[in-house]
Every structure is written in structure tokens, then in C-alpha cells.
């Protein structure tokens, strides 16, 4: 049987780039099928030669013309999302067949309102809770995609996905929202999303069997986010945390990374120093456009997370937050060459891989598919040593 199955995931509480890491490996790896089971509730960006694309529903590996996309059964659909979506992105998916599976929701009004009224721990109430709910219900009031223009509910989605399993190379299986809002395992129920985030989740709600996943990546940053605890009708509720870390401003990410400093070692007087020359890292939510809330790193809280997904390797996005020397930087580390790591760089990226035990094979510099340091090599590298002296002690 093929391992062809591909699997890109946020190991945190979203927000950690998953756009450009999904649209980077859907060109640069050739994927020949994607997968999607999202709702209209979170978004995913990538940078397409300036242009700024939005995908919700629709696989972000639509940006790789000759991959095939499949909308599958865990997902929503708000038709007034997926239209805005769909139009805004015409030049790529005109025409372009993107394969529904039947059973899938449609939001209504009734949906949104309801989660107004009855969820207090933090959410962008965009109705897919009720609308879920319902559907598992077997409400006879429950709607269901049909089609809009060449994106249809298709009796034939097995058969077509299955086609691929049995032939294609790689197929890509696109996460959304994150592992710290899982319901079940994220360790912060009520500050959670309405289901799973986990690859066994994503595998079934596509109707994918488990034996065809090959690889697992994680995308992480070093400093995780939660959404903001304002709401629709600005209002504020408290929406969760991230492990027990404490939460940082944006003045210390901006002049920490400014000054290549650890945020938290930053005092105040470096910030009313530095923070109107530092450049503004600021980050805003793609679907509610609110300031995202930024947290230190919660080590233990990560591992914990590492060892429920046992990812293959890690895509280390934001790594600019650490040092903005690095913002925006494209290249390859093998070691030696053009791009240098100081100590404390070197001292942070060993810790951390030690402390997952899985490698960084890439590091996220910018929003842009070229703003990335490939560390594959080094990787390599360190790999083939350690074998060697495995091998030297045998002996």
C-alpha cells in the first residue's frame, strides 16, 4: 500500500502561518491532491507574487494549478464566505473542479446567532457550532452544499479521492485552527474550538485511512498567540491562555526582536527607548481583524503536544519575533554559507529540537513563499554524524 499522505498541522492555538507553509509545500513538493475539511471560522493567507489570497473553505493548494481539490465532510460552508472567497481568488480557480463531499453544512443566520447568545469562552461566532451540531442532530432543517459555479457536491468524492490515494505521489491533507484549541486533548477546555485538531481527526473526517499517512508537519513559532478577548460587539470575555505562560505585548516582541534580545528579558526602559524604531510585528486575525494575543513559550505545555502528534518534523514560522535580522531572509543552512546563526540563535534552535526531539527542517521569516531558511541540509548533516558515532561506538 502507498504512504502518499501528507499532513500539515498548527501545533499551537493557531495562527502559526499554515497558508504559506500549505502553499510552499503545494508547489515546491508537487502535491497532486489536496484535501480541506475547514469552516468559515478561521483563515489562511499566502503571498502569491504580491497578491493576497484568503482561503477558507477552498484548499490553499489551489495556488498549485495542477492539484486536484477535495472540500471533505467535516467541513462548513457559509455561502456568503465561500463566494467572497471564490471571487476574490477567480484567476486561480475559474473553471477549476473542486470536489465536495455531500454531507456537508451550509451556516445559516439561526447558526451565528445562536453562538452570540450561548458561548462565553471566546470564539469568532461564525456559526459553525449550532450548524455542526444540527447536522449531527439530523434535523430535517439542516441545509447542505449543492454547488456553486465549478465547486460541486460530488456522489462520485470517494471514488475520486480514492483515485488518488491508489496513484498519486504526495497528497496534502491542510489543518486548520490549531492543537492547543482541540476539545479533547488541548488541556484548555472551555478555551477550545467545537471539535478535534489532530491528523487521526483530519484523516477521518476526509474518509482517508490511517495507512496511507506518510509524513506529519508541524507548524510552530516561538511565541504562541490566542485570539483577542474582544468580541463581535466589543465586548470583552475571557478567551483562554497558553499553558501557564504569561502573556507579552507587542513592545516587548518588537523591541526583543529588534534588539535580539528573549522578550522577557527586555526591561521597560528598553522599550520606551527602543519601541518607535523597532519595526512593528503586530499581527491582526485574518477572519475577526482583531490583535492577536501573544504568550512566551510553554515548553512542557509543547512537548506534551509533540508527543500526542508525533510530527515527523517542524516548520519553526515567525522565527523574525526572535531576531528581526532575519525578517524577510531566504536561503539555505548547511553550517557554513551565507547564512549565520549567532550563539544565541544556534543555542535556542539546539534547545528546542532537543527539548521536542524532532528536527527543524525549515524556519518561517516572512509572510512571502521565499521568505524561508531551509535547514534540510544541516539537518542531514547532523544526522549522518550521529550515525557515524553510533556506528564508532559499536565498534
Known amino acids: 500500500m502507498k504512504k502518499n499522505v501528507y499532513v500539515i498541522i498548527d501545533g499551537q492555538a493557531g495562527s502559526c502561518g499554515k497558508g504559506k507553509v500549505i502553499g510552499q509545500f503545494a508547489l515546491q513538493k508537487k502535491v497532486d491532491a489536496a484535501v480541506t475539511n475547514n469552516m468559515p471560522n478561521a483563515g489562511h493567507t499566502f503571498m502569491d507574487n504580491g497578491k493576497k489570497r484568503i482561503f477558507r473553505n477552498i484548499p490553499v493548494s489551489a495556488v498549485n494549478p495542477n492539484t486536484a481539490l477535495f472540500i471533505g465532510p467535516g467541513s462548513i460552508i457559509d455561502m456568503d464566505v465561500l463566494v467572497e472567497e ?74 475520486k479521492l480514492y483515485h488518488y490515494l491508489h496513484t498519486a505521489k504526495k497528497i496534502l491533507l491542510e489543518g486548520a485552527q490549531g492543537c492547543d ?36 508537519i508541524m507548524v510552530i513559532r516561538p511565541f504562541p498567540i490566542r485570539i483577542s478577548n474582544e468580541i463581535y460587539d466589543g465586548s470583552t470575555i475571557y478567551s483562554g491562555d ?51 494575543r501573544i504568550f512566551d513559550l510553554d515548553i512542557d505545555h509543547l512537548k506534551f503536544t509533540v508527543e500526542r502528534i508525533r510530527p515527523t518534523s517542524i516548520y519553526l514560522n515567525f522565527f523574525q519575533q526572535l531576531d528581526s535580522e532575519y525578517q524577510n531572509i531566504h536561503g539555505v543552512y548547511n553550517g557554513y554559507g551565507k547564512i549565520y546563526f549567532d550563539k544565541y540563535r544556534k543555542e535556542y534552535l539546539s534547545w528546542l529540537e532537543n527539548e521536542l526531539g524532532v528536527p527543524i527542517t ?28 553510533k556506528t564508532s561506538r559499536n565498534f
Not at 89 to 111: A, C, M, S, T, Y
Not at 183 to 193: A, I, Q
Not at 380 to 385: G, Q, R, S, T
Request: charge should be neutral; aromatic fraction near 10%; glycine fraction near 4%.
Open 242 to 292: 497558553y499553558g501557564t505562560s504569561p502573556e507579552l505585548t507587542w513592545d516587548q516582541i518588537n523591541v526583543g526582536a529588534y534588539l535580539g534580545m528573549y522578550p522577557t528579558t527586555v526591561e521597560k526602559e528598553d522599550i520606551e527607548t527602543w519601541k518607535d524604531i523597532a519595526p512593528d510585528l503586530t499581527e491582526y486575525t485574518t477572519v475577526t481583524k482583531k490583535k492577536r
Open 181 to 216: 484549541l482541540d476539545m479533547n486533548h488541548s488541556h484548555h477546555y472551555p478555551y477550545t474550538t467545537s471539535r478535534q485538531v489532530c491528523p487521526e481527526q483530519m484523516l477521518a473526517d476526509s474518509g482517508i485511512p490511517a495507512s496511507y499517512l506518510k509524513e506529519i
Open 86 to 159: 471564490y471571487e476574490a481568488n477567480q484567476d486561480i480557480l475559474d473553471g477549476r473542479e473542486i470536489v465536495v463531499h455531500p454531507l456537508v453544512p451550509l451556516v445559516q443566520q439561526k447558526h451565528i446567532e445562536q453562538e452570540k447568545r450561548q458561548i462565553k469562552t471566546g470564539s469568532t461566532f461564525k456559526g459553525c457550532c449550532p450548524c455542526q451540531t444540527e447536522k449531527m442532530m439530523r434535523s430535517p432543517d439542516a441545509k447542505f452544499f449543492k454547488e456553486y459555479k465549478s465547486i460541486k457536491a460530488d456522489p462520485d468524492y470517494y471514488k
Open 362 to 389: 525549515m524556519l518561517g521569516t516572512g509572510p512571502k513563499l521565499e521568505h524561508y531558511i531551509n535547514r534540510e541540509p544541516y539537518v542531514k548533516i547532523l544526522k549522518k554524524e550521529e550515525k557515524a558515532a
